[in-house]
């Protein structure tokens, strides 16, 4: 059974750093892609970043620039992580980490992040 975990959300004020982890466990053979979603009160929930098997990489025209979305795994940690600078009120939200893995989806169990002005 695969799940992903999540980590690395807080309160932050505007201007400043986060970084969010997402490892991924059980039997894993490979992860056909991996994305980065946010959900703001009220609103839907929309992609931020994305990148595929091959490290390609996409990201949300509001976050190109402040936001990288990154992977690692090496000695089999399949985690993807987010980092997130220059950080906005507007990037308030939960954020959620979702993974294609074997060509199944699955999502984190999301992580808050508060950016205080």
């Known amino acids: 059974q695969v799940q992903l975990v999540e980590s690395g959300g807080g309160l932050v004020q505007a201007g400043g750093s986060l970084r969010l982890s997402c490892a991924a466990s059980?039997?894993?053979?490979?992860?056909?892609?991996m994305e980065w979603y946010r959900q703001a009160p009220g609103n839907e929930r929309e992609r931020v970043a994305v990148?595929?098997?091959?490290?390609?990489?996409?990201?949300r025209d509001s976050v190109k620039g402040r936001f990288t979305i990154s992977r690692d795994n090496a000695n089999a940690k399949n985690t993807v992580y987010l980092q997130m600078t220059s950080l906005k009120p507007e990037d308030t939200a939960v954020y959620y980490c979702?993974?294609?893995?074997?060509?199944?989806?699955?999502w984190g169990q999301g992580t808050q992040v508060t950016v205080s002005s």
């Open positions: 979702k993974m294609v893995i074997h060509y199944v989806v699955y």
């Open positions: 059980g039997s894993i053979v490979s992860i056909n892609r």
């Open positions: 990148m595929d098997s091959a490290g390609g990489t996409n990201y």
